[in-house]
């Protein structure tokens, strides 16, 4: 039974992802073998969640690596002070 109701409530996170071409959400951060750019897309992919979810601290830890490994320092150390809080 938890199942069934684990897959309905998927069913409608993905028709309400469906539903709006502008959602972050529409595209998986999972599919990056198809960019040409994986690091580039991946960061642009965790920045659209923090817009959603500012203080996420998956999404904010993802980014702050993904920038680190970029170069892209400037952008990385603000999201260090989030981490320490």
């Known amino acids: 039974m938890a199942l069934s109701k684990t897959d309905a409530a998927l069913d409608a996170l993905y028709k309400a992802i469906d539903s709006d071409p502008s959602s972050p959400f529409?595209?998986?951060?999972?599919l990056c073998s198809?960019?040409?750019e994986?690091?580039?897309?991946?960061?642009k992919?965790?920045?659209d969640l923090l817009k959603v979810v500012a203080?996420?601290?998956v999404a904010i830890s993802n980014l702050t690596t993904l920038?680190?490994?970029s170069n892209r320092y400037s952008?990385?150390?603000?999201l260090l002070k989030l981490r320490e809080g």
Do not use: C, H, K
């Open 45 to 47: 992919v965790w920045q």
């Open 75 to 78: 952008e990385a150390v603000p």
């Open 34 to 36: 198809n960019v040409s």
């Open 67 to 69: 920038l680190f490994r």
């Open 38 to 43: 994986p690091a580039a897309y991946a960061i």
């Open 55 to 57: 203080d996420d601290p």
């Open 26 to 30: 529409r595209t998986s951060p999972g």
